[in-house]
């Protein structure tokens, strides 16, 4: 998929954190371990607040820099990932944060392109935003971990 303007990227961004959000549910659903379905559930949630959040976000940003055009596309930059994932009924919390920082690793990687690729400062502000938000959100996956671990 080539992405010809920022509100492209911007809903394909959204369009990943929700099949995220529906991925974790449907892991929770055959989880075995307890703290997997906590974890799962947790992160779920967090998807579906994340798509939220960048709706929200998108809402603030002006239509000039949602209008405005690539000078190329983003073939080579799919958020594919999920697809690419093994669904194992015995995952272990460790897999299921391997899984996440994958995908959050994959979006850091996406928003630092188009941050590359923008040719205004006020795009790339957008995706420079972006990318300091999921690598924000790398941290707080850590922290949340740790205290289901503790449970």
Same mark, same amino acid.
């Given at each position: 998929?080539?992405?010809?303007?920022?509100?492209?990227?911007?809903?394909?961004?959204?369009?990943?954190?929700?099949?995220?959000?529906?991925?974790?549910?449907?892991?929770?659903?055959?989880?075995?371990?307890?703290?997997?379905?906590?974890?799962?559930?947790?992160?779920?949630?967090?998807?579906?607040?994340?798509?939220?959040? /960048?709706? *929200?976000?998108?809402?603030? =940003?002006?239509? #000039?820099? %949602?209008?405005?055009?690539?000078?190329?596309?983003? $073939?080579?930059?799919?958020?594919?990932?999920?697809?690419?994932?093994?669904?194992?009924?015995?995952?272990?919390?460790?897999?299921?944060?391997?899984?996440?920082?994958?995908?959050?690793?994959?979006?850091?990687?996406?928003?630092?392109?188009?941050?590359?690729?923008? /040719?205004? *400062?006020?795009?790339?502000? =957008?995706?420079? #935003?972006? %990318?300091?938000?999921?690598?924000?959100?790398?941290? $707080?996956?850590?922290?949340?971990?740790?205290?289901?671990?503790?449970?």
């Amino acid at each position: 998929m080539a992405f010809d303007q920022t509100k492209d990227v911007l809903k394909h961004a959204r369009k990943f954190h929700q099949k995220l959000g529906v991925f974790y549910e449907d892991l929770k659903e055959s989880a075995s371990r307890e703290r997997v379905r906590t974890l799962l559930d947790y992160m779920s949630r967090h998807e579906k607040h994340l798509d939220a959040c /960048l709706a *929200e976000y998108e809402e603030q =940003v002006s239509d #000039n820099v %949602l209008d405005t055009y690539f000078k190329y596309g983003s $073939e080579s930059t799919e958020l594919t990932a999920i697809a690419d994932f093994e669904i194992e009924p015995d995952m272990g919390v460790d897999d299921v944060v391997a899984a996440a920082m994958h995908f959050d690793a994959c979006l850091v990687a996406f928003y630092r392109e188009m941050a590359q690729r923008a /040719l205004s *400062e006020k795009v790339r502000e =957008v995706f420079q #935003n972006l %990318l300091e938000m999921e690598q924000h959100e790398q941290i $707080e996956l850590s922290k949340r971990v740790l205290d289901i671990e503790s449970l």
